[in-house]
């Protein structure tokens, strides 16, 4: 049976547009999933499409790590076979991406959390393991401190020991992920930001009320000029809270080679640094697991990155990790159904799951419940 029959026969042809229609009978060979995204979620995704492929009748799925940006713009395209079933994500979607998901014709989203990553900071085992608190990883790879005169500056730290006397004295070096990685989007907020918070005025700065006057002169005291909250105020239609505000000083990474991009391949990021004993890497836990004999995270505000710390919550530095699948590919693209009560299933994501045994932090009980209901149900996303 061709696609436009597979189509017309479950009634979904009114569904999706005469376009996407001649699009998937062009593609017909499109036989199997799609699935992009998150270079987090990939080793978990792969591991259920080889296992999905060795235990189904249907073929194995092809997953492609694109970040999880590039894998939500690349799933908000549109409907049909020319875009893909499923995006994972290390985040959380965001109300923007929902917006241009509607406005291209994907209209139900199924959303499926499927448990709970850290993100690793971590050095080759030739060196020593590294005592960090957000504290100095921010002040270590902030595009801007806040200088002796109390305004913002250039980050001038060179050293660790720059920012910390009890840190090595060696160069400031950190290999990481680029802007379109969802663990960049958690490593700025986690990381970058639960060490800004530790500045008195910044702190001070996230808790401010929009548009108030105490906003604006504390952005005089730190020195950030009034075009960034008219170009807030330009894009958003009205004006910053101080948490707006906020995310830009203490978000904002420095680009002077103290942080270098190393793509979405957090494989390459290990090979690195076991060929560069005095670099640091950002990345997730589950790589950091993978490859203890070459790579050991640092020791987060006292608390070390493992599998208990960050199923209790108490490392410092942890995200839920997500996929999403569209509702209108669910039986046209053969699997989709099956695939999700395979990811969804107490032998992948469940607390004996072979998924923990590749690094995944398990959900409690009831939250797997929860999403397990949304997967068999095809429940669609709610934001709110």
Known sequence: MSTRQILASIGLAGALSAAVITGAHAASARDHISIVGSSTVYPFATVVVEQFGKTTSFKTPKVESTGSGGGLKLFCAGVGVQHPDITNASRRIKSSEVAKCDKNGVKDIIEIKIGYDGIAVAN???????????KDIYLA???????????????????????????PDSKIEVLGPPPTSGTRDAFNELAMGGGAKKID?????????????????????????????TAYEKKKGKAPKGKDIFKQVAYAI???????????????????????????????????????????????????????????????????????????????????????????????????????????????????????????????????
């Open 124 to 134: 080759s085992k030739k060196a020593g393991q590294f005592k960090l608190s957000r």
């Open 141 to 167: 790879l902030a595009h801007k401190i806040q200088g002796p005169d109390g305004k913002l500056m250039d980050n001038p730290h060179k050293t660790w020991k720059d920012v910390n006397a009890s840190l």
């Open 201 to 229: 005025d910044l702190k001070k700065l996230r808790k401010m009320k929009r548009g108030s006057q105490e906003l604006k002169d504390m952005m005089a005291k730190l020195g950030v000029p009034m075009s960034v909250w």
């Open 254 to 384: 420095r680009e002077d080679g103290a942080f270098i991009e190393a793509g979405e391949n957090d494989n390459l990021i290990v090979q690195k640094l076991d060929a560069n004993p005095n670099a640091l890497g950002v990345f997730g836990f589950s790589f950091l697991d993978q490859n203890l004999d070459k790579v050991q995270g640092s020791i987060i505000d006292g608390v070390e990155a493992t599998f208990e710390t960050i199923a209790d919550n108490s490392y410092p530095i942890s995200r839920p990790l997500y996929f999403y699948a569209k509702k209108a590919h669910v039986g046209v693209i053969p699997g989709m159904k099956e695939y999700l009560m395979e990811f969804t299933s107490d032998k992948a994501w469940g607390d004996e799951g072979y998924l923990s045994e590749r690094g995944l932090i398990p959900m409690p009980k009831a939250e797997r419940a929860k999403f397990a209901s949304a997967a068999k149900n095809l429940t669609p996303l709610s934001l709110k």
